[in-house]
């Protein structure tokens, strides 16, 4: 299995910037295409980043597009986003997410295609 650890939610006020870390072990971290989700209360799962194997790849959730930015470092097995530009609606639990789908290009923004979860990190934004 991997294991998905996710880390760096906190409080922020609007318009401030925050980065959380996904950290992962057990397989080979660089086998995976990893995506980033939020849920916030009352609402659904929804897709925010995600990037492929390489890190060649990014795709963004039409209401963070400009605003965050999705990295990984294979090297050190850890996955970033960086949040700029924060909106109070951005508030949320945020979780990483690890796929092997061949089909990544076609289906990264589903939570379905996702084998391996965190647990969660949440994120606040007050205005």
């Known amino acids: 299995q991997l294991q998905l650890v996710e880390s760096g939610g906190g409080l922020v006020q609007a318009g401030g910037s925050l980065r959380v870390s996904c950290a992962a072990s057990g397989r080979t971290f660089s086998s995976y295409h990893i995506g980033w989700f939020r849920q916030a209360p009352g609402k659904e799962r929804e897709f925010v980043a995600a990037v492929s194997r390489s890190g060649a790849d990014t795709y963004y959730a039409d209401s963070v597009k400009g605003r965050f930015t999705i990295s990984r470092d294979n090297a050190k097995n850890t996955l970033y986003l960086q949040m700029n530009s924060l909106k109070p609606e951005d508030t949320a639990v945020y979780y990483c997410?690890?796929?092997?789908?061949?089909?990544?290009?076609?289906?990264?923004?589903?939570?379905?295609?996702?084998?391996?979860w965190g647990q969660g990190t949440q994120v606040t934004v007050s205005s």
């Open positions: 997410a690890a796929s092997l789908n061949v089909l990544f290009v076609a289906t990264y923004y589903s939570p379905n295609k996702y084998t391996y």
